[in-house]
């Protein structure tokens, strides 16, 4: 997605890691924001965990975003988050990024050389100013998995990959009202034919081919 470039501007934050403009209102969103490239560049997507104050979760955002880079999915999580804020209040919103190169760029500690990511930077800002308030930090990637699980997912989806559940463990199957069996058939005429058991009629099943 193309921004309409936009010159440059005075820094929105001082130097301080603590990006905050005063101290955080009543009631305020928390959105923890992620965004990653396979490949870099490579098929990318980004995640976003939106809580209130109080760190109830409110949404979850992600899209997939075709062949881009780290940085683009990153800033693309970002401009998610401030939409998300304006459209849905309040307009007061913490940004936690793994992406300290980010941060940084928001802040005003970093410049912004890539054309692309200027015209990202711009559109973040332009959203920004819109908002009553607004801070941003930096946090490990250990402290953001539910928005790096979104951004995975949104390139998994996008690169026609279906996630899988974990294999279940002796435990989980004996506790399990309805533990899942694997069977194995052959096909015969289009038809699979079991070879090793049987199921009740009506059952859903889900068919693994292998040779």
Do not use: C
């Not at 440059?8 to 965004?35: C, M, Q, V």
């Not at 881009?68 to 940004?95: R, S």
Request: proline share 7%.
């Amino acid at each position: 997605m193309a921004y309409p470039r936009r010159p440059a501007t005075k820094s929105l934050f001082s130097s301080r890691e603590d990006s905050s403009r005063e101290n955080p209102p009543a009631h305020y969103l928390i959105a923890h924001s992620d965004g990653g490239a396979r490949g870099n560049p490579g098929p990318a997507g980004y995640g976003v965990v939106i809580q209130d104050e109080a760190g109830r979760k409110v949404a979850q955002l992600s899209e997939y975003l075709g062949h881009q880079t780290n940085n683009f999915a990153e800033y693309q999580g970002l401009i998610a988050a401030l939409e998300y804020a304006l459209q849905h209040g309040p307009k007061a919103l913490k940004l936690i990024s793994d992406s300290e190169l980010l941060v940084r760029q928001i802040k005003g500690i970093y410049k912004v050389k890539n054309p692309t990511l200027q015209d990202l930077h711009g559109r973040a800002k332009e959203l920004i100013v819109q908002l009553e308030w607004f801070s941003i930090g930096h946090a490990l990637r250990e402290q953001n998995q539910d928005a790096d699980r979104l951004a995975n997912e949104a390139m998994d989806k996008g690169m026609g990959r279906v996630a899988r559940a974990p294999a279940p463990t002796p435990a989980t199957l004996a506790t399990s009202p309805n533990p899942a069996q694997e069977l194995e058939g052959v096909i015969r005429n289009g038809v699979v034919e079991l070879v090793n058991g049987k199921l009740p009629e009506g059952m859903r099943v889900q068919v693994r081919a292998k040779r």
